[in-house]
């Protein structure tokens, strides 16, 4: 019983790594992939070899420069805000707050199950119950947010005029895609999502199973008896829960 606990502890502690990671990562790539066979000079490193890239960040652009001559990662010229594209800094801006508030809160619901998990003595059952709704609303917001960008940014690509890509082809049209012909050696134009997208989607899956085994922990315990709770009502819906007489102390 104890090791489920301790295992949705730590499914929600690499949660919160991956989260935190994809704050400061970028979340949508729009580039020029030059198309196979990579160089010997790449060593494994050119899996984002894009030129003139711009990478989307929740709190700005960032326009990456690779040499024509080169497969390296480049050198960032610029890291601005979203100048000239209003939609696209709220819609960014409202995403950078679900995957913040779902930091937030699994930080919190992580805390609590650190108590669970490695505190011998008998839990409290306010602990107990908050514990996975925190985890479980956590994850939503964190699946919420990669969400939103998916269905939202093409709409406001288009409202802020966004153009990249191969006409009638591009961002503004669709959240992932390519044009040109990236399969051969001239290459082509690229668009989708980047690491930060990815990591809050698996930062928000850990979330969820490690909240449906801390519902488990909280049931079985609520089974044994071995949680201390207040005296009125949470005492009456306690002994209920565990069938026992109402005369039972």
Not at 42 to 63: I, P, Q
Request: charged letters at 10%; hydrophobic letters at 50%; a positive charge.
């Amino acid at each position: 019983m104890l090791r489920t606990c301790r295992r949705a502890f730590i499914l929600c502690l690499v949660a919160m790594v991956l989260a935190a990671a994809s704050v400061v990562l970028p979340w949508y790539l729009m580039g020029f992939d030059p198309g196979p066979p990579p160089p010997p000079t790449c060593h494994g490193m050119c899996w984002e070899a894009s030129l003139n890239a711009t990478h989307f960040y929740l709190f700005g652009e960032c326009y990456v420069v690779n040499p024509a001559t080169s497969y390296d990662m480049g050198s960032v010229t610029s890291c601005v805000g979203f100048p000239g594209e209003p939609n696209t800094g709220r819609l960014y801006a409202a995403v950078a707050g679900l995957v913040i508030s779902g930091v937030v809160l699994g930080v919190v619901a992580t805390r609590l199950g650190l108590q669970l998990a490695w505190t011998r003595r008998p839990k409290k059952i306010a602990v107990v119950r908050l514990a996975p709704w925190l985890v479980i609303v956590s994850g939503v917001l964190l699946l919420a947010a990669p969400l939103i960008l998916l269905v939202g940014q093409p709409s406001v690509f288009t409202m802020d005029t966004v153009t990249f890509g191969c006409s009638p082809l591009g961002p503004a049209q669709s959240f992932w895609g390519a044009c040109g012909e990236p399969t051969v050696s001239t290459g082509g134009n690229v668009w989708g999502p980047d690491l930060g997208w990815f990591f809050s989607i698996g930062a928000a899956a850990a979330m969820f199973i490690g909240g449906m085994l801390f519902h488990r922990f909280g049931k079985s315990l609520l089974l044994h008896g071995q949680i201390v709770a207040a005296e009125g009502s949470d005492m009456k819906r306690l002994k209920q829960s565990i069938d026992l007489p109402p005369d039972v102390t």
